[in-house]
Each structure stands twice: as structure tokens, then as C-alpha cells.
């Protein structure tokens, strides 16, 4: 079926700094976007959402960028913190009225590690 | 958001037995779904759990292998059968919202080692 896949597996950066986490999809028929963040031994915790008429939403130092064109999803971070280490998943899935509604397709994920 | 809770959180599991993991939630949801997260791996939906009829399976996953119960609106159960090595993972429910966006919350997993 359709996948959703991240560009870079691994990203490490410094306590401050502001981190940009990609994700590539391919479903064309995905009505909204989610990216999650899972910390060791923890269930995925919801960040952001975006619709997909939608280019960019900001959150509490988090922004989603959706570039439909290329099919591109981002995750935005500003001044990272340590306590924002862990593995961030993105997520695509469907209204309702879709076959698909409420499944979410999960991408590879990213581990963000954030040194002091 | 809701509250999830899984019992057991862990477990370790002799091949060829069952276990069964449970779900529960602070408040009646329309829609939970189970996910198998392999190690260092991402997500895999199992199933949709359908409150009142039987769970729709995702390719790849079968009702004799993950049997599902799904009794009332804010509790179900899945049961990992006659398990082998291979279905060692972290198990996981979620709950999603109806209306818009479906943002599902989770659980905090279930981590099943077969040995």
C-alpha cells in the first residue's frame, strides 16, 4: 500500500539550536498529517496535526510545514531542549467518508538526540 | 485527551502460549485500533476494534492470530496467540476522535518478549 518515509534517520543537534525533521509521503488522498514524539519505554505522544489544505500550523515551539507539491511534511522545533530527545514518527491518514478513516499510516521515524 | 491505560505493561512469554493484553480508557471512544511497534522499528496497525462486531484486520494480520474483544466503548483486548520469537514487540492501543482530524492518543504499550 501507500507508505509514508522519513528522509534522515537519525538527527543530533545542540541544546538551543532549532531542529528540522523531514518526512516524505505518497498518499495523494491523505486528508491530514500528524507527528508524534515516543519517548524510551512510552507510548507516541500527539505534537501537531495539519489538514492537508493547510501549509503551516504552529504549535508551542513546534511549526508543520506541508509542501502538497512534493508531497513534503515538516517538523519544525525551536530551541530544542534535551528534554526533546526521542524518536518523532509522522502519521498520515483520512476523513471520514474515506475507506481508510482513523487508520494512521506511520513513518520510518526520526531519533532526535539534543547534546547539552 | 484521554487516559489509556495496558496491563501488563511487559511480560515474558514461553512460544507457543497466549497472552492477552488489555486496553482501557477514561471515557467512551468510538474508535481503538492496535498497533505492533517491532523493535526499533515504526508502528504497524493490527486491527480496528469495532465496538459490538468483529475487528477489520490490516493485511498481514489475522483473526486467529490476534483475536480482538471489544465488549463496551471504553475497553478491549487482544490476545498474541500461540506466539513465537517472532512477535516479540511493544503492543499498542489508541483511541481517535470522530470529527475532523482523527488525532489518536495511545497507550503506553505493552512490551511482549517470546523466548
Known amino acids: 500500500g501507500e507508505s509514508v518515509g522519513l528522509h534522515l534517520p537519525t538527527l543530533s543537534v545542540q541544546e538551543g539550536d532549532n531542529s528540522i525533521i523531514n518526512c516524505a509521503y505518497s498518499n495523494s488522498a491523505s486528508d491530514y498529517f500528524i507527528w508524534y514524539k515516543q519517548e524510551s519505554g512510552k507510548g507516541p505522544q500527539f505534537i501537531i496535526d495539519?489538514?492537508?489544505?493547510?501549509d503551516k500550523r504552529q504549535g508551542q515551539r513546534v511549526t508543520v510545514l506541508l509542501n502538497k507539491t512534493v508531497k513534503h511534511l515538516s517538523l519544525q522545533i525551536a530551541a530544542t531542549q534535551p528534554g526533546d530527545s526521542a524518536v518523532y514518527f509522522c502519521a498520515e491518514g483520512q476523513n471520514a467518508g474515506g475507506t481508510s478513516y482513523g487508520k494512521l499510516t506511520f513513518g520510518q521515524g526520526t531519533i532526535l538526540t539534543v547534546h547539552p | 485527551s484521554a487516559v489509556i491505560s495496558q496491563k501488563p505493561s511487559r511480560d515474558i512469554c514461553q512460544r507457543g502460549t497466549s497472552l492477552t493484553i488489555q486496553c482501557q480508557v477514561d471515557?467512551?471512544?468510538?474508535?481503538m485500533f492496535w498497533y505492533r511497534q517491532q523493535p526499533g522499528q515504526s508502528l504497524t496497525l493490527i486491527a480496528t476494534?469495532?465496538?459490538?462486531?468483529?475487528?477489520?484486520?490490516e493485511s498481514g494480520f489475522v483473526i486467529d492470530k490476534f483475536p480482538i474483544s471489544r465488549p463496551n466503548l471504553t475497553f478491549s483486548t487482544l490476545t498474541v496467540s500461540n506466539m513465537s520469537p517472532e512477535d516479540s514487540s511493544i503492543y499498542l492501543c489508541s483511541v481517535g476522535t470522530s470529527g475532523g482530524p482523527a488525532k489518536q492518543y495511545f497507550g503506553p504499550g505493552t512490551r511482549l518478549t517470546v523466548t
Open positions: 476494534a469495532n465496538q459490538g462486531s468483529e475487528a477489520t484486520y
Open positions: 471515557s467512551q471512544v468510538t474508535m
Open positions: 495539519i489538514r492537508s489544505n493547510m
